[in-house]
């Protein structure tokens, strides 16, 4: 009989399923227009029934909401504090 490797167990970290990656983009602004001129396209193919991927319109939609989020965190830190 062939030997079996012992299993993980289910809580352990490689089971928990996707980790998320952090955006390092050199240029944001650049980022979101790409990103803007992809989701135009895709709306486009998916009016025409071109677009089979119809779960990249959402990942994309998610991906702009990204960068504005870090876009504006950026904003708040950049801004001095006022003392109240």
Same mark, same amino acid.
Request: net charge positive.
């Given at each position: 009989?062939?030997?079996?490797?012992?299993?993980?167990?289910?809580?352990?970290?490689?089971?928990?399923?996707r980790?998320?990656?952090?955006? #390092? =983009?050199?240029?944001p602004? @650049? !980022?979101?227009?790409? %990103?803007r001129?992809?989701?135009?396209?895709?709306?486009?193919?998916?009016a025409?029934?071109?677009?089979?991927?119809?779960?990249?319109?959402? #990942? =994309?939609?998610?991906?702009? @909401? !990204?960068?504005?989020? %870090?876009?504006?965190?950026?904003?708040?830190?950049?801004r001095?504090?006022?003392?109240?």
């Amino acid at each position: 009989m062939a030997e079996r490797k012992p299993r993980q167990p289910r809580n352990a970290p490689a089971s928990r399923g996707r980790q998320k990656k952090k955006d #390092t =983009v050199a240029d944001p602004q @650049a !980022r979101l227009g790409e %990103l803007r001129e992809e989701l135009f396209r895709l709306r486009f193919q998916f009016a025409t029934r071109q677009l089979t991927n119809t779960s990249r319109i959402r #990942t =994309v939609r998610r991906d702009i @909401a !990204r960068m504005l989020t %870090l876009q504006h965190q950026q904003e708040l830190m950049a801004r001095p504090r006022s003392e109240a």
